[in-house]
T-cell receptor, first 111, second 115 residues
């Protein structure tokens, strides 16, 4: 079965610094990979998705992710953190019957 | 606008009572899901449904029940058998390609508290 692992349940960065949130998928290449963002007491919002059309995927709010088959990774990055980026981020992968989510990474942005 | 509507946003339940959480979507999606979210535990799947009148248990289905009588609706009932129901509940839907599910769209969630 498909699965994803998010490394680091909490990440803190200074405002203006690079954001790097890590996600590794299980060994079989998935057809779809996703990153979601969740603000407090709200549902999840899709940031970006990988569909095998391109390895570098650009999303909303300046985020992007690169699919690396050799590393089984799909890390999320943003060049310069903004205070409004503080939230919880989830990596997810599609399966035949379901979507599988990582345990989430809480991003704190320090002014 | 198309989307997923969960209601109510906040719900309080007395111990021993059943409560039903509503989830409606107008995205014409085949698949619908219910997740439970507790602090530090990410999203855990309760039930999912790929088509009308069919649904499957997820990882933590005990104490919960669902129905899928219409494509647009997937209500979740939290029964008195669920020993620790206080949590944030999220409903989602996605398209089924015939082999894979595409990205999920989420409702705004229902926060259930047992009093």
């Amino acid at each position: 079965a498909q699965s994803v692992t998010q490394l680091g349940s909490h990440v803190s960065v200074s405002e203006g610094a690079l954001v790097l949130l890590r996600c590794n998928y299980s060994s079989s290449v998935p057809p779809y990979l996703f990153w979601y963002v969740q603000y407090p007491n709200q549902g999840l919002q899709l940031l970006l998705k990988y569909t095998s059309a391109a390895t570098l995927v650009k999303g909303i709010n300046g985020f992007e992710a690169e699919f690396k088959k050799s590393e089984t990774s799909f890390h999320l990055t943003k060049p310069s953190a903004h205070m409004s980026d503080a939230a919880e981020y989830f990596c997810a992968v599609t399966g035949a019957n379901n979507l599988f989510f990582g345990t989430g990474t809480r991003l704190t942005v320090i002014p | 606008d198309g989307g997923i509507t969960q209601s109510p946003k906040y719900l309080f339940r007395k111990e021993g009572q059943n409560v039903t959480l509503s989830c409606e979507q107008n995205l014409n999606h085949d698949a619908m899901y219910w997740y439970r979210q507790d602090p530090g535990q990410g999203l855990r799947l309760i039930y999912y449904s790929q088509i009308v009148n069919d649904f499957q248990k997820g990882d933590i289905a005990e104490g919960y029940s669902v129905s899928r009588e219409k494509k647009e609706s997937f209500p979740l009932t939290v029964t008195s058998a669920q020993k620790n129901p206080t949590a944030f509940y999220l409903c989602a839907s996605s398209t089924w390609t015939g082999r894979w599910n595409t990205e999920a769209f989420f409702g705004q969630g229902t926060r259930l508290t047992v009093v």
